[in-house]
């Protein structure tokens, strides 16, 4: 998906958004997720605590299980979760409620409630996460519907947490002990606000069902996306140019035609190759229609509740209410981002342009002025134009980056740059597919076990159809942990990559994710609130952005022949500057699109919101290309109605930072020195601190945006 990348999943959240806006789904794009269920869960759990801990004495990794529930435990399970958490809340509402004197008494109060707090979200996430991730990945149809069911009553009670009035007035008289506590304190504040706490009766009540009805149509919106069965039919014309092993692989109906969905390791290959324009045409149509008709009527009651929402706080739109809390602070401020990045791109776009026009016009042998380039054109031009001027054709390159191979050659870049060390599990270990895989992570200097990471990387039925890491378990090291044990992370990676090999953007793609993954893993939180990439959305790609230049730099990229068995060929300095041309022609095209997608956002979403399709059409007319009549791009755009609502200019936002970081490591990427004080200041610190403070920490100065406006005009960095 040129669109907008696969990768641009992740599963992180701001902390005020994530409980604010409750875990409308992605755990609020990656954060909602987590072990525990019910009363006689909790013996268990702690005795298995103990167990760890004994473990962990003996050498023993203290591996945290994650549970996969088949459809008939998941109910269960759930309703007592809920049982646990209601005797949590009604413990936390009976806590003393101290005065704002800061008194020995108040002080112990306060890190009395903070610790229960912190108790009643891992006792949220160990149920909410791992359904959360079931109804992404979960093969059987009956378990991702039971884990519907679920999320909808875990939303209900996030929506009621946060609306109770007694825990907000013991939250309100904390006394913070350090700059950690206050910025809990803070942010918790801002959720409980956002949620409704403070408001009249009727308005609160009316928050609560704006809530429910929003979770609701979000599973909805995705339910018709991932569970669409559409197989378009092609005939041995149509697919004419795709590679050989991409059609040994396609399934065939009995007439020998090829049958294709709408997985990456469908679409992708096949709109960057096919010979037939009609074919190309035909599949793009269906992919980017494949929500239907009645996703373009949820999102537009899913934008209409976001308005009234906003209003219930006195504020002019969504993105107002939005913004607030984010790192860019306003509206005003994101539409200057937004018109900076337009000056840059748009002669370059049009350049970029020009140039797939005059490929159309050679390979067809048209008069250039009888020769219209169409959407569908895009990648199959832009692809040829990079093998005929670069030598670069990415179904080739497979071969160069055999799956397997690449994904070692990933974890042990990150083994090399941030000192820790991956060890795949030899014993049983829970999975809810038999190609998934499990490492544990350890630091390599200590030998401490610091998390687990899950890989599920490769397409199949049912499951979430684009790349995202998801934080099912998060950090915590404060001292209440049961058997005072530090809660250790599990992070895992989706996605839908070919077995055999991938191309260089799927590289690209791999590092990214991997990024989220480490930004999870490496977590060292005191708080499950602050762990990992719970930070403001605006500043939660940078990591993943950053270390995507891994794969783009001969230093690292040379290295991944080493871990071929049987060998394969090694890029060299000669291919690649060719791969570094490729990546970078195309950067006017790919960068306005992106400009398009967050400012449609922050239309829909601003003060003028109407109807979603309507004020696509008018602003994809306006681009270079114009609108394709039949199209209905915002019926599939599950971004924005998850975590990424008026802040899809997160991703630029946070590819300012992410490159003006990597100028850190200079010419040498694998610098450990580097590597362990990015590790230090920025993942193992979550949302501890704001994103401001930990770039200005980690790059000893304030940021620039040098970098980033070299790489989207396609230049060269300064």
């Not at 009316?206 to 197989?231: K, Y």
């Amino acid at each position: 998906m040129k669109q907008a990348r696969p990768r641009i999943f992740t599963l992180a959240s701001d902390t005020a958004l994530r409980h604010a806006l409750a875990r409308l789904g992605a755990a609020a794009l990656f954060c909602l997720l987590p072990l525990t269920a019910g009363a006689t869960e909790v013996t268990a759990t702690t005795a298995a605590e103990a167990k760890l801990a004994a473990a962990a004495k003996i050498g023993i990794a203290p591996r945290p299980n994650l549970p996969i529930w088949d459809a008939a435990t998941l109910p269960h399970v759930c309703q007592q979760g809920l049982q646990q958490l209601q005797q949590q809340v009604a413990a936390l509402e009976k806590l003393p409620l101290e005065n704002a004197a800061a008194t020995t008494a108040t002080a112990t109060a306060s890190a009395a409630f903070l610790a229960a707090w912190n108790t009643l979200q891992i006792s949220q996430e160990d149920i909410e996460s791992p359904v959360y991730l079931l109804n992404n990945v979960a093969p059987d149809s009956a378990v991702r519907a039971a884990a519907d069911d679920c999320l909808l009553e875990y939303n209900k009670f996030g929506s009621a947490l946060l609306q109770n009035s007694a825990i907000y007035q013991r939250l309100r008289a904390v006394q913070p002990a350090d700059a950690v506590d206050a910025r809990l304190q803070k942010e918790l504040r801002e959720a409980f606000e956002d949620t409704g706490v403070a408001l009249p009766a009727e308005k609160k009540q009316r928050m609560t069902q704006i809530l429910e009805r929003l979770e609701v149509l979000r599973q909805e919106f995705d339910r018709n996306i991932r569970d669409n069965p559409t197989r378009l039919r092609f005939s041995a014309a149509e697919v004419r140019g795709l590679p050989a092993g991409y059609l040994q692989r396609a399934q065939r109906d009995e007439a020998g035609n090829y049958l294709l969905g709408f997985d990456y390791p469908d679409y992708v290959p096949f709109m960057e190759n096919a010979e037939d324009a009609a074919a190309r045409q035909r599949y793009q149509f269906a992919f980017v229609n494949r929500g239907g008709e009645r996703n373009l009527a949820v999102l537009n009651e899913i934008i209409a509740l976001r308005q009234e929402m906003a209003a219930l706080f006195g504020l002019p739109s969504y993105a107002d209410f939005v913004l607030r809390r984010r790192m860019a602070g306003t509206a005003a401020a994101v539409h200057r981002f937004l018109d900076d990045v337009a000056s840059q791109v748009r002669a370059v776009e049009l350049r970029d342009l020009e140039e797939l026009r005059q490929t159309k016009a050679e390979h067809l042998g048209l008069p250039l002025a009888q020769t219209t380039l169409q959407r569908w054109d895009v990648s199959y031009y832009q692809e040829r134009l990079k093998r005929q001027r670069y030598a670069i054709d990415q179904e080739a390159l497979r071969q160069y980056f055999p799956t397997a191979a690449a994904l070692a050659w990933a974890l042990d870049t990150a083994s090399q740059l941030y000192g820790i060390r991956f060890q795949e599990a030899t014993e049983e270990v829970s999975r809810w597919h038999p190609e998934v895989r499990y490492f544990d992570v350890s630091d390599t200097q200590s030998g401490e076990f610091l998390g687990g990471i899950y890989l599920d990387l490769y397409p199949r039925e049912g499951k979430y159809s684009h790349a995202a890491a998801f934080a099912v378990r998060g950090a915590s090291r404060l001292q209440s942990q049961p058997a005072h044990q530090p809660r250790t992370p599990i992070s895992v990676l989706v996605s839908n990559f070919d077995r055999q090999g991938l191309n260089f953007n799927e590289l690209e793609t791999l590092m990214h994710e991997l990024g989220h993954i480490l930004h999870g893993v490496l977590s060292r939180t005191r708080y499950l609130d602050h762990a990992g990439t719970r930070v403001e959305r605006d500043f939660v790609e940078a990591p993943s952005q950053m270390f995507e230049a891994w794969a783009q730099r001969l230093e690292t990229v040379s290295r991944l022949a080493d871990f071929c068995q049987p060998a394969c060929p090694r890029v060299d300095a000669e291919m690649m500057q060719r791969l570094d041309a490729a990546r970078r022609f195309g950067r006017g095209i790919h960068y306005a699109r992106q400009h398009l997608y967050a400012s449609y956002d922050m239309t829909v979403y601003g003060p003028q919101a109407g109807n979603a399709l309507a004020i696509w059409q008018e602003m994809e007319s306006a681009t270079p290309l114009g609108h394709t009549p039949g199209t209905a791009f915002p019926g599939q755009f599950s971004h924005i109605i998850r975590g990424y609502g008026a802040g899809y200019y997160g991703y630029m936002w946070s590819e300012v930072l992410a490159l003006d970081m990597l100028s850190q490591f200079g010419e040498q990427l694998l610098n450990p020195a580097v590597g362990q004080r990015f590790r230090h200041e920025i993942l193992e610190r979550g949302g501890e601190r704001s994103g401001a403070e930990m770039v200005r920490a980690f790059l000893q100065r304030g940021p620039s945006t040098r970098a980033f406006f070299a790489e989207i005009s396609g230049q060269q960095a300064p």
